[in-house]
């Protein structure tokens, strides 16, 4: 592993309780889709409330542990990625510098 690069594993909120505030330059994530789909090892099906509720709790997590100049990138569904956004402007203060890319994939008739 390069110098000065930390890969943790883990439930990402409580990974991120260890970590000190203003400390992680880069979050890289994949947070579940709530697509009602059975992965095997998880089954992201969860009410809307709900969903907010846990995105709230890793957003809250990342931003409080990203430096002032960190960056945080997900990879996201499109049918949730509208919340996200509002919850990291209007409820966590983040400011949307440039968009770097989306990705959309519409698959007819799944």
Not at 85 to 107: D, S, V
Request: net charge negative; with cysteine.
């Amino acid at each position: 592993m390069a110098e000065g690069i930390n890969v943790i594993c883990g439930d990402a909120v409580d990974e991120m309780k260890k970590i000190p505030g203003g400390s992680i330059n880069l979050i890289v994530t994949d947070p579940p889709y709530n697509l009602s789909k059975n992965y095997g090892n998880n089954h992201d099906s969860m009410t809307l409330y709900e969903y907010l509720k846990f995105s709230r709790s890793w957003l809250a997590e990342a931003v409080r542990v990203l430096t002032d100049d960190g960056s945080i990138y997900f990879f996201m569904g499109m049918r949730f990625i509208s919340y996200l956004y509002i919850i990291l402007e209007q409820e966590l203060g983040l400011t949307l510098q440039k968009p770097e890319a989306l990705f959309l994939r519409m698959i007819k008739n799944a």
